[in-house]
């Protein structure tokens, strides 16, 4: 039998940390394994939030989950004005169950190794597990993969990972494990993404190198001149490999190629200008900065954006190619099509406060505490960026590791994190 040696807040310290583990390494290599972690926390939070007394909280803390829950509310009074469906309520209401999280972690601190151990492990995972599903998808001749859609976390795992340096050379003991293990999931994600053929996240990567750049510069004292030729040495190696590396290569190619036809079609190539991936972007787009224009305060309500755009397309307004889709392919034009004004600045709201937060952490903060402050400003980064070209902020595995690894961030900055040696002893009995 497994016992834990420790106090009370040790032995809870211990579990979260376990559950943040969990959820971190499982959320691109098992469908829907991360959501275990995550309602463990859920619960726990909860737990704490109504059998305990509250934790003091900063300034900070109450941005952050008036954030979330401004995010909340706004989404549930939109729905209510339009009658929307059960449905719609389910992804806000990740970010209220969430707040509690913040009580647990400020009463049990997160164990950091369980944070950068999660990230690299998924990372690596989720490269393993995307690269047979498409070794088997190749064997089959299917041309239709089921894992595109973790294009976008991957890569955004995979660049939260470098993030990692500084506390891994701070490490005491296994230094170099475990910063080769950051930096092995750092390129695991990056590389998993590639396969997935996704593009959204890869436009992040030039602006998070730069962010790192600045962060080494700081580190390391560099001067504005060797940060600048640092910089162009980076995007041209980057530039170099992508073209070398033929899945970047014809999926860039693809863009522009669709692009070019898309806005300059002949007779002959104008339905197929109309059936490929960026043209059918442009449609949906297109067609959102419509209905805003309708109705740009409250937005339609998801029931009113599928009903209008519908009978737009019976009355030959739009092209048929659309149909299928139930969202604008754009987080912001999705929510302001939807939700309205007041819908946008809540997703502003979301990603600005806390990359604000992170960043004056990223300047002010210890040597540890910029670890977590870089991971969660390349974070949002990732998210903001991804949002441009898909509705991140519609997929509920992204909704929830968004939701709950901003507060793990936040929790190991804010609230501290117990020593390494503090980790319970586990003893067979």
């Known amino acids: 039998m497994i016992t834990v040696k420790g106090s009370p807040s040790r032995y809870m310290s211990f579990y979260i940390s376990i559950a943040v583990f969990f959820y971190l390494a499982t959320t691109v290599s098992s469908r829907g394994a991360y959501s275990y972690g995550i309602v463990l926390l859920w619960l726990a ?233 960026v043209g059918q972007r442009w449609l949906m787009w297109s067609n959102a900065l419509y209905m805003i224009q309708i109705k740009p305060w409250l937005g339609w309500g998801k029931k009113g954006y599928l009903d209008f755009k519908n009978e737009r397309i019976l009355n030959g307004e739009v092209l048929p190619q659309i149909a299928k889709y139930t969202d604008a392919h754009n987080d912001y034009l999705d929510a302001l099509a939807k939700r309205g004004l007041f819908g946008l600045l809540s997703l502003l709201a979301l990603f600005i406060l806390p990359f604000i937060l992170f960043t004056n952490i990223l300047v002010n903060g210890s040597f540890e505490q910029r670890s977590f402050a870089l991971s969660g400003v390349v974070m949002i980064i990732g998210y903001a960026i991804s949002g441009l070209t898909c509705t991140f902020m519609t997929i509920n595995m992204d909704v929830m590791f968004y939701s709950i690894t901003t507060l793990v961030l936040w929790g190991l900055i804010a609230g501290g994190n117990p020593s390494d040696t503090s980790i319970p002893q586990l003893r067979a009995s």
């Open 45 to 277: 939070g909860l737990g704490i939030f109504f059998t305990q007394s509250r934790p003091k909280l900063s300034a900070q803390d109450v941005l952050v989950l008036s954030v979330y829950m401004s995010y909340f509310f706004t989404h549930y009074t939109v729905n209510l004005y339009h009658h929307d469906i059960l449905r719609e309520y389910d992804l806000p209401l990740r970010f209220l169950l969430a707040i509690p999280v913040l009580w647990l972690f400020k009463k049990c601190p997160i164990y950091s190794p369980a944070v950068w151990g999660g990230l690299a492990i998924g990372a690596i995972s989720g490269f393993f597990v995307i690269l047979w599903q498409l070794i088997l998808i190749r064997s089959s001749g299917s041309s239709a993969p089921p894992f595109i859609h973790l294009g976008n976390i991957s890569m955004i795992i995979g660049l939260m990972c470098f993030a990692g340096w500084r506390w891994a050379i701070a490490r005491e003991r296994y230094r170099f494990i475990w910063l080769g293990l950051i930096l092995l999931g750092g390129i695991a994600g990056m590389a998993a993404s590639v396969l997935t053929g996704t593009r959204g996240a890869w436009l992040a990567v030039p602006i998070v190198l730069v962010i790192y750049l600045f962060d080494l510069a700081y580190f390391f004292r560099w001067s504005a001149v060797k940060v600048a030729g640092y910089a162009l040495m980076a995007l041209l190696l980057i530039a170099i490999t992508a073209y070398q590396n033929p899945i970047i290569k014809s999926r860039y190619d693809l863009a522009v190629n669709e692009t070019q036809l898309f806005f300059h079609p002949t007779p002959e190539s104008r339905q197929k200008a109309e059936d490929t991936s």
